[in-house]
């Protein structure tokens, strides 16, 4: 339960923080490794709890089975405000056996339902998980792009504290490079060959 509290605060401080990019009335789209997270804490968590309701043989046996319980974590790519309508739609066609994964991805990532009536959000909102609006928008939905570019740069980085100009200089040559990079893709040229890793 601790490790959810502290999540839940990491959430409403990322949500406060990220209010703030709010500027002029006009929303900046950024991306953070935290949605990337939060992707893949969906698909573990939907397979961790398989696995703890005792459901791990019959997810590898019954091709069916394993296909409903994929349909979980599958809700990202739905429009958000259809996310709570398609899971209903998957909770009737799931059989018993599912019950408690079910009760399980419904109170972290739909709605949470209290005694009568009383609905409060869940531990982690369709806003944080779902990926709907960056597929439609082609945008990517890891930041490895930087990341790579980032590695890059410090390749030709000679140590980590850089004195201000020489920073600007390095700054200034990788740039350089990838316009280059640019231009040649724009005239047809072939991408550069990827690296291939052996297992």
Known sequence: MNDAKTMQQKTVCFHITYQDLFIGGIAYET???FEKAAQNALVSSVWRKIQDSCLKPRYENDPE????????????FVPPAKVEDAFNDLVAT????????????????I????????????????GLWNNYNRVLQDLPRTTNAVEGFHSS???NCDGLHLNFFTYLR????????????IIQR?????????????D
């Open 65 to 76: 089975f394993r296909l409903q319980m994929k349909s979980l974590p599958a809700l990202s």
């Open 31 to 33: 991306l953070t490794d």
């Open 94 to 109: 799931m059989p018993n056996t599912a019950l408690p994964v079910l009760s399980y991805f419904e109170d972290n990532y």
């Open 153 to 155: 740069f410090l390749k």
């Open 111 to 126: 709605r949470r339902v209290m005694r009568g009536s009383h609905q409060i959000p869940p531990l982690f909102e369709p």
């Open 170 to 181: 390095r700054l200034q040559q990788e740039n350089n490079k990838h316009e280059v990079s």
């Open 186 to 198: 724009i005239a047809g040229a072939p991408p550069p060959p990827r690296k291939k890793y052996l």
